[in-house]
């Protein structure tokens, strides 16, 4: 797997105040939705899920 295939694709928040960046950004509307997109991201694009426990989550690919 190349570089550039690897890293932070996407992160999920409900407060868009705590991200900014050049990967895509989801704001969910709960948190409910946010571990749902999460979830479907990471399965879509065979990667991770982490939790940075301040209402962060960001999709990861090792």
């Known amino acids: 797997?190349?570089?550039?295939?690897?890293?932070?694709?996407?992160?999920?928040?409900?407060?868009?105040?705590?991200?900014?960046?050049?990967?895509?950004?989801?704001?969910?509307?709960?948190?409910?939705?946010k571990e749902k997109v999460a979830r479907y991201l990471a399965s879509t694009l065979d990667a991770m899920v982490h939790d940075l426990e301040n209402g962060v989550y960001y999709i990861v690919k090792h």
């Open 1 to 33: 797997m190349s570089e550039a295939a690897k890293g932070i694709l996407a992160v999920i928040t409900t407060d868009r105040n705590k991200v900014t960046g050049a990967v895509p950004i989801f704001i969910a509307d709960s948190e409910e939705e």
